[in-house]
């Protein structure tokens, strides 16, 4: 499928997100401009109370916008996921072009038409507005520019908190390595870019002091129209839908895209989808504060790196703890889905073979030679890598290599690592010919797909719970794999794959 096949297909959800990307841009440059530019004047006129604030809008820039998210997220009010915390952090980075240019603006006026405008007979406030601010205009608009266009940029990497936009795309097509999705998403976004720095470059040309009254009042009805555009695109009244998570890799989405569906479908609820949030801690942070409604989770995973708890071998005993810690903290945890994706310590098959490895307690003879490469979570989490070095006495000759789960597997198949973890229902397993090791000590603890809900949610709508219930103990890990098989490896849609899977349980 080429790009503009893509587009085609997927036209009404295409020009959404370029409607929401839009949104958050203007919306944040409005604001943006509206604060900076007081406090650009403030640094123009008195630098010792505008220098601190001027400094502390570039320490903000210093900050990667993937840690200001995370730095924001727990924050009430301003935190939790979705548009209301990206918002937050464009406005932030928005600022300092606008301060700095309005402060050049004003500083850069020639003095003797200051001394003229005095020796007419204006007040502070009156040269301000009748003479400064105009002169300083067109510098003033090329900070909102660079604001704007930086903004383009940021609200792409906001997607990974469920801020909507034209980043669903891109980060769809990582976790699918699919580079036509990936195009889908970027395409528009240089194109919004451009467009934009356009339109803000003619009107810095239009409020030009030397150009024409006529010209001036267009550019000011442009700059009106888009305002009120922005405000009503935000203001206007939405439909009250319940709101599915899900984490960044395949699994997760395919698991998001069958929850949403079947609420649907079953409970016939409206469902917006918030998918590629992130990891686990993103996704249960958001379930806590309600900006989501549902999500799938695994029981180990919930165990020791949500509630922090020892790890425990039996399922059962797994699942019953984990039910009741949900429950003690306002979230319910509903009945598995019928599989356990416990964590897959896999080598390349041909490796494999030709060493004779089958089990993990073998590989600590070959890890001094070999190098390791972990998901981000893995290397942090209680049941992670520091567990299992010590369980199995590994010790690899470097450091494990840290990347993007959606790449490590293609990583291992590529020779760049030796050693991954992954998930024992990846379709990229079978895919890449890569060779699981039987967990022959038992380290890991079971990871059963459990669906977790917010209680309120659920004591408002209980159809949730009985559509979902529909799904209990039917989805095995043989349907889980060939579902990613066919994300991953055929790189279907993830919503085609769920609905197909639903229609065959239908029939059943």
Avoid at 73 to 78: E, K
Avoid at 132 to 156: C, D, N, Y
Avoid at 181 to 210: H, K, N, Q, T
Wanted: hydrophobic content about 50%.
């Amino acid at each position: 499928m080429t790009v503009l096949d893509f587009w085609r297909t997927n036209a009404p959800e295409l020009w959404s997100l370029i409607g929401q990307h839009l949104a958050l841009v203007l919306l944040s440059t409005v604001v943006a401009a509206a604060v900076g530019i007081p406090i650009g004047i403030v640094a123009a006129r008195r630098p010792r109370i505008g220098g601190p604030l001027t400094a502390a809008a570039s320490i903000v820039q210093t900050i990667p916008s993937l840690a200001l998210f995370g730095f924001l997220l727990p924050l009430p009010l301003i935190g939790g996921i979705g548009a209301r915390t990206a918002l937050v952090a464009l406005i932030l980075y928005a600022l300092l072009p606008v301060i700095r240019m309005t402060a050049a603006g004003l500083r850069s006026i020639d003095p003797a038409i200051l001394e003229a405008a005095d020796a007419m007979g204006m007040d502070p406030r009156q040269r301000l507005a009748l003479v400064e601010l105009p002169l300083a205009m067109p510098s003033i608009v090329a900070g909102i520019r660079v604001a704007a266009v930086v903004g383009v940029g940021t609200v792409t990497i906001a997607a990974a908190i469920g801020a909507g936009g034209l980043g669903e795309y891109i980060y769809r097509g990582l976790s699918m390595v699919d580079s036509t999705v990936i195009f889908a998403g970027a395409i528009p976004v240089a194109a919004l870019a451009l467009v934009l720095d356009a339109a803000l470059y003619w009107l810095e040309r239009a409020l030009s002091w030397r150009r024409h009254g006529h010209q001036r009042r267009a550019a000011m009805a442009a700059v009106a129209i888009v305002l009120i555009a922005t405000v009503g695109l935000t203001a206007w009244p939405r439909e009250e839908r319940i709101i599915v998570g899900s984490k960044n890799f395949t699994e997760s989405v395919l698991l998001g895209e069958l929850m949403a569906q079947a609420i649907e479908r079953y409970a016939g609820l409206p469902v917006d989808r918030r998918l590629n949030l992130g990891g686990t801690f993103i996704c249960d942070t958001a379930i806590q504060t309600g900006d989501i409604d549902l999500y799938v989770e695994y029981s180990g995973t919930a165990l020791t790196a949500v509630f922090e708890q020892p790890i425990l071998s039996d399922p059962r005993a797994v699942l019953e703890r984990v039910r009741t810690l949900y429950a003690d903290t306002g979230r319910t945890m509903l009945a598995p889905l019928g599989f356990n994706n416990t964590f897959a310590i896999l080598v390349r098959s041909a490796d494999a073979e030709a060493r004779g490895l089958t089990r993990l307690s073998q590989l600590a003879a070959h890890a001094p030679g070999w190098r390791a490469g972990f998901g981000y979570e893995f290397i942090e989490r209680a049941d992670g890598f520091k567990g299992l070095a010590a369980a199995y006495g590994l010790r690899f000759a470097d450091a494990p290599r840290v990347m993007d789960l959606t790449l490590i597997y293609r990583a291992l198949a590529g020779g760049q690592v030796d050693v991954i973890a992954g998930d024992a229902t990846a379709g990229l397993i079978e895919a890449l010919d890569l060779t699981m090791l039987e967990d022959d000590r038992q380290y890991f603890p079971p990871y059963d797909a459990v669906p977790v809900v917010h209680a309120a949610t659920l004591l408002r709508y209980p159809q949730i719970g009985d559509a979902i219930e529909r799904l209990a103990g039917r989805v095995s890990a043989e349907a889980m794999r060939r579902m990613n098989y066919a994300v991953d490896a055929e790189r279907r849609d993830p919503a085609a794959v769920a609905r197909e899977f639903l229609d065959a349980l239908d029939r059943s």
